[in-house]
């Protein structure tokens, strides 16, 4: 019984450049798989030093708050995505559920 190979080397070396640049920007693989081109990465939350920030908002009159509130809403929550390849060998990144 033969294998059909349904991704080309182009789509997976697009695949490997996109984890490679994810890594770079802090993501960690949590599941990785060959034989189906995907893998989940992740990325953890990041502590945010509120009495700094309460200090600019107090400084700034208020102002620094949007920037503040910003951090808060994209960087106090864990991040989890998927990349593969799909039969067609187009690259496609989809947001994971995480607890």
């Not at 620094?64 to 039969?87: F, G, H, P, Q």
Request: glycine letters at 4%; one cysteine or more; charged letters at 25%.
């Amino acid at each position: 019984m033969e294998t059909y190979q349904f991704t080309n080397e182009k789509a997976l070396d697009k695949f490997y450049e996109m984890i490679s640049a994810k890594k770079r920007n802090g993501f960690v693989v949590v599941e990785h798989n060959e034989k189906l081109p995907y893998v989940v990465l992740s990325k953890e939350k990041k502590v945010i030093k509120h009495t700094l920030h309460l200090l600019l908002t107090c400084l700034t009159f208020g102002l620094w708050s949007v920037v503040w509130l910003y951090l808060i809403v994209t960087l106090s929550r864990k991040r989890s995505i998927l990349v593969a390849v799909d039969e067609d060998g187009n690259l496609f990144e989809d947001k994971c559920l995480s607890i």
